[in-house]
């Protein structure tokens, strides 16, 4: 079974500061990995994946995560914060086996800007 | 490409009544996923749909049931609503590997 830990369910960086958002995951296959994030009242869009191959990672909005296996991280991070990054970011994985497209989320880290 | 369609977006059930949801996947994408996501919590996966059969299941009663149709769109029906059974209902489509694409949700509060 897999299941993933968001460590901080609350975050909040100044405008122009790092992000950090911290996911680690537990799985007895290779897994596939996934950020999403949910805007208020909306679904989750996309924000980047890991299946196979280079280790980081990079997606939309600037932001990119690091696979790393010995440590069972995927952590997400943003050079500069803005303020449009507010929202609640979601750590998932999922069996990388072919005919599986269940995902496990987190529990979810919302992330406050601060001007 | 419209991607992931959901509807209704709100609706508000009585306890022990029926509701069906609705979703179109994404343009070429076979597999659609139904997902429970309560408040404050991340979602949780309730079952999927490939070639209009259920493929996989998470740990949701029988009230929860589905089915998926020739062109892919897929209904989520529950019975004997529950009060607990009040939040958002997500549905995803994917095709293999590529990533799932969620729809906006459709926000059913039992009363």
């Known amino acids: 079974a897999q299941s993933v830990t968001q460590l901080g369910s609350h975050v909040s960086v100044s405008e122009g500061a790092l992000v950090l958002l911290r996911c680690n995951y537990s799985s007895s296959v290779p897994p596939y990995l996934f950020w999403y994030v949910q805007y208020p009242n909306q679904g989750l869009q996309l924000l980047l994946k890991?299946?196979?191959?280079?280790?980081l990672v990079k997606g939309i909005n600037g932001f990119e995560a690091e696979f790393k296996k010995s440590e069972t991280s995927f952590h997400l991070t943003k050079p500069s914060a803005h303020m449009s990054d507010a929202a609640e970011y979601f750590c998932?994985?999922?069996?990388?086996?072919?005919?599986?497209?269940?995902?496990?989320f987190g529990t979810g880290t919302r992330l406050t800007i601060i001007p | 490409d419209a991607g992931v369609t959901q509807s209704p977006t709100h609706l508000i059930k009585t306890r022990g009544q029926q509701v069906t949801l609705r979703c179109s996947p994404k343009?070429?994408?076979?597999?659609v996923s139904w997902y429970q996501q309560a408040l404050g919590q991340g979602p949780q996966f309730i079952f999927q749909?490939?070639?209009?059969?259920?493929?996989q299941r998470g740990n949701f009663p029988d009230r929860f049931s589905g089915h998926q149709f020739p062109n892919y769109s897929s209904e989520l029906n529950v019975n004997a609503l529950l009060l607990g059974d009040s939040a958002l209902y997500l549905c995803?489509?994917?095709?293999?590997?590529?990533?799932?694409?969620f729809g906006q949700g459709t926000r059913l509060t039992v009363v």
């Open positions: 343009s070429g994408h076979d597999t």
């Open positions: 995803a489509s994917s095709l293999q590997a590529v990533g799932a694409f």
């Open positions: 749909y490939y070639e209009e059969e259920e493929r």
């Open positions: 998932a994985v999922k069996r990388a086996n072919f005919g599986n497209e269940k995902l496990t």
């Open positions: 890991y299946t196979t191959g280079a280790t």
